[in-house]
T-cell receptor, first 115, second 119 residues
Framework: DGGITQSPKYLFRKEGQNVTLSCEQN?????MYWYRQDPGQGLRLIYY???????QKGDIAEGYSVSREKKESFPLTVTSAQKNPTAFYLC??????????????FGPGTRLLVL | AQSVTQLDSHVSVSEGTPVLLRCNYS??????LFWYVQHPNKGLQLLLK??????LVKGINGFEAEFKKSETSFHLTKPSAHMSDAAEYFC?????????????????FGQGTILTVHP
């Protein structure tokens, strides 16, 4: 099956702990994105990457970090500096701007909860 | 700058009656517009998209939307609601600066409209 997978489905974080959310895609997309969703709000962009080994901050990057070592993978680390990490995290991918198609396709999400 | 306003946070309809979810946008460029649907604790699924072709766009599951530039609107409709349509719907705008180039086509999301369908 082609698509985007995120793991785990639920993740618990203790105070002062860094946690990493996984995002993998087999769509051969160049661009990948991380969003945060809070109740009653739309999605807010955390980081995005248009190509391997390159990424850019989105609107709410503080307290988060990413890497893009492989085209298929774009993991997100929620650091201890993120004081309010409880949210639903969504990963997305698109063909990328060189493909002239910006439609983004979303994974199933990871819900992060703080213990 | 671009923005999206979904005019209703909640819409409630009876099964078999029409659905109307309202969306207004603003954009500095010729926008691309999308509607996504999200069922509880799931990711977003693309319903339909407008990218400067036909102004009436047909999507999946019987949904359609009409791009009205003069009204800066992109309302989502369906003639007859089904119980399975109950979900949250997001209107999204992308100002991709006319397509091509090196800039990223940033998506701006509306706040969402929760659709409830009663038997």
């Amino acid at each position: 099956d082609g698509g985007i997978t995120q793991s785990p489905k639920y993740l618990f974080r203790k105070e002062g702990q860094n946690v990493t959310l996984s995002c993998e895609q087999n769509l051969n997309h160049d661009a990948m994105y991380w969003y945060r969703q809070d109740p009653g709000q739309g999605l807010r962009l955390i980081y995005y990457s248009q190509i391997v080994n390159d990424f850019q901050k989105g609107d709410i990057a503080e307290g988060y970090s990413v890497s893009r070592e492989k085209k298929e993978s774009f993991p997100l680390t929620v650091t201890s500096a993120q004081k309010n990490p409880t949210a639903f995290y969504l990963c997305a991918s698109s063909m990328g701007f060189r493909g002239g198609e910006e439609t983004q396709y979303f994974g199933p999400g990871t819900r992060l909860l703080v213990l | 700058a671009q923005s999206v306003t979904q005019l209703d946070s909640h819409v409630s309809v009876s099964e078999g009656t029409p659905v109307l979810l309202r969306c207004n946008y603003s954009s500095s460029y010729s926008p691309s517009l999308f509607w996504y649907v999200q069922h509880p604790n799931k990711g977003l699924q693309l319903l339909l998209k407008y990218t400067s072709a036909a102004t009436l766009v047909k999507g999946i599951n019987g949904f359609e939307a009409e791009f009205k530039k003069s009204e800066t609107s992109f309302h989502l409709t369906k003639p007859s609601a089904h119980m399975s349509d109950a979900a949250e719907y997001f209107c999204v705008v992308s100002d991709s600066e006319g397509g091509g180039g090196t800039s990223y086509g940033k998506l701006t999301f509306g706040q969402g409209t929760i659709l409830t369908v009663h038997p």
